[in-house]
Structures are given as C-alpha cells and as structure tokens.
C-alpha cells in the first residue's frame, strides 16, 4: 500500500526521468526549433513537474518550474524564438529544478534560492510581457476557452486513503489548476451510522464536472502518485465556448445528472475499453527498489549453490531417481538464474544519452562544433555496471572533445569539415560487452608522448617500443602532454583513474590510434554481468579454480613433445603459437606434479593463451564472491564461489593473466624503469 513517503519517492523518481526528458528534448530542439512535437513534450514535462510538486506542496518547485512553463508556453505560440541563450539558459534552469525536487523540505531548498533568484532574472525578458499578451487575447477572444469542454470525473477512493497521507480535497482543489471546476457531487453510498464511523477511514467518493482545455491524460496524471488508493475515470460531456463561474451553480444537479444517464452507453463501454487498456499498458512496466532486486540475485546465487551441493549428493548416491530429480532441479534453477539475471540486465542508451549535454557544453567551453554519434544503444549490460561505468565515460567523452577533435580553423586547414564528431558504440562479443569511444581527430603523436614520458623518466632514451606501447603511456599515473592548465586537462588526473575503475569491474580498457573514424579509439571490454556465470573447474594440486566458461575456446592434453616447448613458455598448436601459464608456478602452489596435464586455452579480445592445468573438473554454475582481505589485491584472481561440496574455488582473471603474458613476451624490448608500471599489450 502506497504511504507518503513511497509516494513522494515516487514524485522523485518520475521527475528524474522526465528532467532527463526535459534535457534531450531541449537539445534536440536545438536542431528542431520548429518541431510542435517536441515543444509540446517539454511543456508537458515542466508542467507535470509542477502539478505533482503541487500535491505534495512543495511550494518552492511550483514557483520557479510555473515561471519556466510560462516562457515554454509562449515558445510553443510561437511567441518566442528558441535562441542559443536561451537555450543555455533553460538547460541551466533544468539543472536547478533536479536540485530542487531532491529537497523536500522548504528549510533545505533556502539555500538554493539565490541559484534560482539568478536564473528568474535571466528569464524575465522571455516571459515579461506573456501577462500583457495573455490579458490582451482574454480580453477579445478567449483562445483557451474556445478548446475548453466540460469533463465528468468519477473519483473512487480506498478506504485507507488518510492513513497514508492522502487527503482528498487536496486533489479536488488541484484539479482547479486545470480549469473551472463547475460541480462537485458527494457520494455517500458506503457511509456508515454514526456509531460505526472509523475519523481514519475515507467513505466518500465524488463526482466533479470539470470545465477545462487540459486532456484525459492530464487529468489523470494528478492521480497518478496514487494509483493503488484513487480510481478514476474521465468522460467527456460537451464543448463550452464562454466560461461563467456563476452560469454553474452547485445546486444544478438534476439535469447533469439527467445528461449523464442519457448518454449514449456504447460511448461509456468504450471509454470504460479505453480506460482498461491504459491501465493494462501502465502494468507492463512497474519500478521495484534497488535492494529488492539485488537481495533477489543474492538468494538465486545460494539456490544455485544448495543445487549443487544436491547434484553432488544425488551423483555420489548412485539412486538414479535421485540423479533425475537433481538433474530437472538444475534446469529449473538455471532457468531462474537465467530470469533473475535478465531483471538487472538494462540498455546502455540512457547513459550514452547523458553526453549530449556533455558535449554540447564542452564544445561550447572550447569554442568547437561537435556532434555526438550514439549507436547500439539498446545494448544491454548488468545495471550494476552502467551505474560505475558513468565516470570514466565521462572523462573518456571530455578527453575526446578537449584533445581529439581540433579547433575549426585546424579542421579546416587539413580539408575537413569544420564540425568534429564524437563517436559512442556499444556491441556485444564473446560473452562481453564492448563500448568504443572514438573521435574524427588528429589521433595522438607518438613523438609527444614519447619525449614527455622521456622528460618524467618513465622510459629509457634507447628503449625500443611499438605504438601501442607509447600510446599506453597515457595511462601512467600524472601523465600529460598539455602545458597549460585548464578547467577541461592538464592536471594529469584522470587516465589512470578511468582504468582502475574498469578493471574494479573485471574489464580492461585498450587505446587505437588511428581508431574507428580515423582519431582515437577507447576500447572499453566489461562482462555482460558481475552476480552469476557459467564456469570451467580446473585443479590444480590441491586447489580448485574457475574459468569464465566464456572465454574457454578449448580444452586439450599437453602431449609429450609439447612438453619440451612448455618449457619456454610457448607451443604450437594446429600452427599456432600458443603463450603459455603455468597456473601452478603463478601461483606458487605445492604439491605433486602429475606426469599427464591439460591446458585449457583461453582468449580475450583478440589474444589467446593456454592454462596448464593438472585436471580438467567441467562445467560449474559460478556465484561470484569478492576476494576479501589478503587476497583482494592478488593479480591474476577477479573473486571466488563456493562448490557443491562446501569447499572455495578461486575465480581467474583471465584478462590479466594474458597481459601478464604479452608483457613477459617483450619486457626486454620495451626497457621500462623498474618503477613503471607495466603496459597493456596490443591486440
């Protein structure tokens, strides 16, 4: 049942949504002034704001977002122009609502006025003279009672509507803000006698007659907080061409009571169908908090363990029911976990379209023209990871307007077009989610990197490096090339953050010069999901580890004759060079070599290895648990599960046991100081 404070948390998550609308639409408006679609959408997104801060009297959001819907208003009459000013001014006036709604209480929002005293006064000349302009139209023609008509609406309240916070009133006086409202009927069906009333319980219903030019959905969007104690209906009764507040008296019940049960019932059948429909659409989709739903993966992760620990017993038993039994139960439990993991998995779009203000904010600062190119935004990822994966894209998206794209003039000299792109990209491959952060510009110079890293002694003046090996070098700790200190670079903050923060999620982030539009190509790898994976168990002495069954191309025995070649830390297969790891040396296990071993050869992104392994144990459903402690910072491991049997198996961490290996590889070319940390390798 929804309480106050559910429904105001409500109010705030529908208001983020719609400043998020708010603030795409305005800049596709940028582009679009003209469009009537998109000026309607945004008015309506200001003005559903303000109604439901009005039922929750939130007095101080009312009053700034009522001064920005009258200037919206006189926009979409085409009274005004959508200027770039303006355009900046409104942005900025959207990003004052969204700290406004988060503050409730009146006390709190005092501090924000003065923001907000600033932003009025920067929009008094767009809506100065609406009042004259409306006044004048009042006076000859009244346009918006020409749209007006008289509504029917049936109100039906649940008993426990006050003791949730819910006062009735308040939403019929509301419902004022839309129009005239000509008639107020009190329904007294479920009234008891007097010795049975309960003063928290709500017995009266209402019928009003509306005259308004606001819609059904307006309408019932003032309800909307409250869905699960209000039902309405809306019906439509005539159009009212002149508007008399007296013409209306509340004593002329007969006669529309008399109009109402005259009308037509095929017209109530279909609004009743219409009213149906829309609320069979609302249910398609509903919200659920956040820790419900991680709660839910948390208990699908132990069934998935308990199912386990029961195939084992059933497979130890040898009772063959009991084997079938367990057999369906895993199918089940995979179809749950399976379901359970779709819940978290959300696209990636929202988040890509958060930087078109990045952009065009960015471009501003730096006196650029850029455009932002957004594909594959209905690529979907764990919710988990959208959430962190924000920052570093941020900094990734800056660091493409600021260094990759030229200046106008630049662009011009080497025949390009003035206006400079920027290229987000999302795909899926191999088990993995790819996002690509490409810009048109001139690329990095290798020269420049290479003197600086020289200048901060990160390399040796005769060390031998490739291009990616240089290119990397960004990824150094203070590193820049910029001489001048800016509010957008130059601090060298930023680059080695945005890769710790990747590899916290269990991806790894690659640069391309030239990259897919000809500049520089981020590379961003993450896993599709940070909960639940299916595993390859392998052991090795006495201990057990897990492959993400994902990246494992194939399993084979590590023959005789290529034993010799294991020697130096390669073999060939099928033709094929093959770096190797020996999972027991990397991790300095004891415990008796076995004569016959396994390698189990693995590959990410464009990179293979092989994982010498003494056996090979099969498939696993893997709940992934964090490394605490000691072993949080042990390279070569993302996290541990628990087996069926109780025991721990540790989780590798197969992209970085490969770049451990290319570095092995080309260590002596590259010459790095002993202090720098070692590359990524190119793939």
């Given at each position: 049942?929804?309480?106050m404070?559910?429904?105001?948390q409500?109010?705030l998550d529908?208001s983020?949504?719609l400043l998020s609308?708010?603030?795409?639409l305005?800049?596709a408006?940028?582009?679009r002034?003209g469009e009537?679609?998109?000026?309607?959408?945004l008015?309506?997104c200001?003005h559903t704001i303000k109604g439901?801060?009005g039922m929750f009297?939130l007095?101080h959001v009312?009053?700034f977002t009522?001064?920005v819907?009258n200037v919206l208003?006189?926009?979409r009459?085409?009274?005004?122009a959508?200027?770039r000013?303006l355009?900046n001014l409104?942005l900025?006036?959207?990003?004052?609502?969204?700290l406004?709604?988060e503050?409730?209480?009146?006390s709190?929002?005092?501090?924000?006025?003065?923001?907000?005293?600033v932003l009025l006064?920067?929009?008094?000349?767009?809506?100065?003279?609406?009042?004259s302009s409306?006044?004048?139209t009042d006076?000859t023609?009244p346009v918006a009672a020409e749209?007006s008509r008289?509504?029917?609406?049936?109100i039906?309240i649940?008993?426990?509507?006050?003791r949730h916070?819910?006062?009735?009133?308040g939403f019929?006086?509301?419902?004022g803000?839309?129009?005239d409202?000509?008639?107020?009927?009190?329904l007294?069906e479920?009234?008891?006698?007097l010795g049975d009333?309960d003063?928290?319980?709500?017995?009266?219903d209402?019928?009003?007659?509306l005259?308004?030019?606001a819609?059904r959905i307006?309408?019932?969007?003032?309800?909307?907080?409250?869905s699960?104690l209000y039902?309405?209906?809306?019906?439509?009764q005539?159009?009212v061409t002149e508007?008399?507040p007296?013409?209306?008296?509340?004593p002329a019940?007969?006669?529309?009571?008399?109009?109402?049960e005259?009308a037509a019932?095929?017209a109530e059948?279909q609004?009743?169908?219409?009213q149906q429909n829309?609320r069979r659409?609302?249910?398609?989709?509903?919200?659920i908090?956040?820790?419900k739903l991680?709660?839910?993966i948390n208990l699908?992760?132990?069934?998935?363990?308990?199912s386990?620990?029961?195939?084992?017993?059933a497979?130890?038993?040898g009772?063959?029911?009991?084997r079938?039994s367990?057999?369906?139960?895993n199918?089940l439990?995979?179809?749950i976990?399976?379901?359970?993991?779709d819940?978290?998995m959300v696209?990636?779009?929202?988040?890509?379209?958060r930087?078109q203000r990045?952009v065009?904010?960015?471009?501003?600062e730096?006196?650029?023209d850029i455009?932002?190119?957004?594909?594959?935004?209905?690529?979907?990822?764990?919710?988990?990871?959208?959430?962190k994966?924000?920052?570093?894209?941020?900094?990734?998206v800056r660091?493409?307007c600021?260094?990759?794209?030229?200046a106008?003039?630049?662009?011009?000299q080497?025949?390009?077009p003035?206006r400079g792109r920027?290229?987000l990209?999302a795909?899926?491959?191999?088990?993995?989610i790819?996002?690509?952060?490409?810009?048109?510009?001139g690329g990095?110079s290798r020269?420049r990197?290479?003197a600086k890293?020289?200048e901060?002694?990160?390399?040796r003046?005769?060390a031998?490096?490739?291009?990616?090996?240089v290119f990397?070098?960004?990824?150094e700790?203070g590193f820049?090339?910029?001489?001048?200190?800016t509010?957008l670079?130059g601090?060298g903050v930023?680059?080695?953050?945005?890769?710790?923060?990747?590899?916290?999620?269990r991806g790894?982030?690659?640069l391309v010069?030239?990259?897919?539009?000809?500049?520089?190509?981020?590379r961003?790898?993450?896993p599709l999901?940070?909960?639940?994976?299916d595993?390859f168990m392998?052991?090795?002495g006495d201990?057990?580890?897990?492959?993400?069954?994902?990246?494992?191309?194939?399993?084979?025995e590590?023959s005789?004759?290529?034993?010799?070649g294991?020697?130096?830390?390669?073999i060939?297969?099928?033709?094929?060079?093959?770096?190797?790891?020996?999972?027991r040396?990397?991790?300095k296990l004891?415990?008796e070599?076995r004569?016959r071993?396994n390698i189990?050869?693995?590959?990410h992104?464009?990179?293979k290895?092989?994982?010498?392994v003494d056996e090979?144990l099969?498939?696993?459903?893997?709940?992934?648990?964090?490394l605490?402690?000691?072993?949080?910072?042990?390279?070569?491991?993302s996290?541990?599960?628990?087996?069926?049997n109780?025991?721990?198996a540790l989780i590798?961490?197969v992209?970085?046991l490969?770049?451990?290996?290319?570095?092995?590889e080309d260590?002596?070319?590259?010459?790095?100081q002993?202090?720098?940390?070692?590359r990524?390798?190119a793939s």
């Amino acid at each position: 049942m929804t309480t106050m404070a559910t429904a105001l948390q409500t109010f705030l998550d529908e208001s983020r949504e719609l400043l998020s609308d708010m603030e795409l639409l305005l800049l596709a408006m940028e582009s679009r002034s003209g469009e009537p679609e998109l000026q309607n959408a945004l008015f309506r997104c200001v003005h559903t704001i303000k109604g439901s801060a009005g039922m929750f009297g939130l007095d101080h959001v009312v009053d700034f977002t009522h001064v920005v819907e009258n200037v919206l208003d006189r926009l979409r009459a085409g009274e005004i122009a959508l200027s770039r000013d303006l355009a900046n001014l409104l942005l900025r006036c959207r990003d004052h609502i969204s700290l406004l709604v988060e503050v409730p209480e009146p006390s709190e929002a005092a501090a924000l006025q003065p923001g907000g005293v600033v932003l009025l006064a920067g929009l008094e000349p767009f809506h100065s003279c609406a009042g004259s302009s409306h006044a004048q139209t009042d006076s000859t023609e009244p346009v918006a009672a020409e749209a007006s008509r008289k509504c029917r609406i049936d109100i039906r309240i649940h008993a426990d509507a006050l003791r949730h916070g819910m006062d009735p009133l308040g939403f019929i006086r509301f419902l004022g803000t839309l129009g005239d409202v000509a008639a107020v009927r009190t329904l007294e069906e479920k009234l008891p006698v007097l010795g049975d009333m309960d003063p928290e319980t709500c017995y009266l219903d209402f019928e009003i007659d509306l005259v308004t030019s606001a819609d059904r959905i307006a309408i019932e969007n003032i309800f909307e907080l409250a869905s699960d104690l209000y039902q309405i209906e809306v019906q439509d009764q005539c159009p009212v061409t002149e508007v008399d507040p007296v013409a209306a008296p509340l004593p002329a019940q007969p006669d529309t009571d008399e109009s109402v049960e005259s009308a037509a019932p095929g017209a109530e059948e279909q609004a009743d169908t219409s009213q149906q429909n829309r609320r069979r659409k609302q249910v398609q989709h509903f919200r659920i908090q956040a820790d419900k739903l991680d709660n839910l993966i948390n208990l699908v992760g132990e069934l998935v363990i308990s199912s386990a620990a029961v195939s084992l017993g059933a497979e130890q038993s040898g009772d063959t029911p009991a084997r079938e039994s367990a057999a369906n139960l895993n199918l089940l439990v995979e179809a749950i976990r399976d379901s359970s993991l779709d819940l978290r998995m959300v696209p990636i779009g929202e988040t890509f379209q958060r930087f078109q203000r990045v952009v065009r904010d960015v471009a501003s600062e730096l006196g650029k023209d850029i455009e932002l190119v957004v594909t594959g935004a209905d690529t979907e990822l764990d919710k988990t990871v959208v959430e962190k994966i924000g920052d570093p894209l941020t900094h990734l998206v800056r660091n493409a307007c600021d260094h990759g794209v030229e200046a106008p003039a630049a662009r011009s000299q080497k025949g390009k077009p003035t206006r400079g792109r920027v290229h987000l990209n999302a795909y899926h491959e191999s088990g993995s989610i790819i996002i690509e952060v490409s810009d048109d510009g001139g690329g990095l110079s290798r020269e420049r990197i290479l003197a600086k890293a020289m200048e901060r002694e990160l390399v040796r003046p005769d060390a031998v490096l490739t291009d990616q090996d240089v290119f990397n070098l960004i990824f150094e700790p203070g590193f820049s090339t910029v001489e001048q200190v800016t509010n957008l670079s130059g601090r060298g903050v930023g680059m080695d953050v945005v890769r710790r923060n990747i590899e916290s999620l269990r991806g790894t982030v690659e640069l391309v010069s030239p990259g897919v539009l000809g500049g520089t190509t981020f590379r961003i790898r993450l896993p599709l999901t940070l909960a639940i994976i299916d595993g390859f168990m392998a052991r090795v002495g006495d201990a057990t580890y897990v492959v993400p069954l994902e990246m494992v191309v194939e399993c084979t025995e590590l023959s005789a004759e290529q034993q010799l070649g294991a020697e130096q830390h390669y073999i060939n297969l099928r033709q094929e060079v093959l770096p190797l790891i020996r999972l027991r040396a990397h991790f300095k296990l004891s415990g008796e070599l076995r004569k016959r071993q396994n390698i189990i050869v693995v590959r990410h992104g464009g990179q293979k290895a092989g994982l010498i392994v003494d056996e090979l144990l099969g498939e696993n459903q893997t709940v992934i648990k964090p490394l605490g402690g000691i072993f949080s910072n042990l390279r070569g491991l993302s996290g541990s599960t628990i087996l069926g049997n109780g025991q721990v198996a540790l989780i590798l961490d197969v992209p970085t046991l490969i770049q451990q290996v290319a570095r092995q590889e080309d260590a002596a070319n590259r010459g790095f100081q002993s202090h720098a940390r070692p590359r990524l390798s190119a793939s």
